[in-house]
């Protein structure tokens, strides 16, 4: 059980282009989710939490206008990346936590983005 | 402020044993979570520590001593399939996780 999807797995965009992301619990209902971001050899980056049915709150630095998450039901987070650019490419994880987790959040496996 | 250290690199030889130490502080405690990394993928879940002492799970185990702020993952008959990066998380107040920056396991046969 716990099984977190994201869609795509990988994708190449050109600059200038917007790029969707999809995270879904598979078996369980996410009281919250969260979106990072990994860059080659460096840890995990929160960008945001989300809760379903309220807006997200971003961390700091990172631009909600640029990244926008939507977490439109209990089962379902996604994340657009508008106007990418080349640094924009990363690694972008999601995990997801339930109430009876204890906190525990279980990944997705993750989306490989290219920005040309 | 908020910190997670541990070693940026180790290695270590096939059937030997490892310990991954990582010590953290907080702004309020709520557990700590140990995660395997292999390379262009996501974590996977390892252990949690939330009381002092160890917590074995096969050839893994992991250690927490809360009043020292300090957690290490020690593995053991270690197998080629263990090189990857392990990172250590402390759960805050708020129930985020603080993330190190990682462990790169080296196995050498």
Known sequence: GAVVSQHPSRVICKSGTSVKIECRSLDFQATTMFWYRQFPKQSLMLMATSNEGSKAT?????????????????????????????????FYICSAIWESSYNEQFFGPGTRLTVL | GQNIDQPTEMTATEGAIVQINCTYQTSGFNGLFWYQQHAGEAPTFLSYNVLDGLEEKGRFSSFLSRSKGYSYLLLKELQMKDSASYLCAASDSNYQLIWGAGTKLIIKP
């Open chain 1, 58 to 90: 971003y961390e700091q630095g990172v631009e909600k206008d640029k990244f926008l998450i939507n977490h439109a039901s209990l089962t379902l987070s996604t994340l657009t990346v508008t106007s990418a650019h080349p640094e924009d490419s990363s």
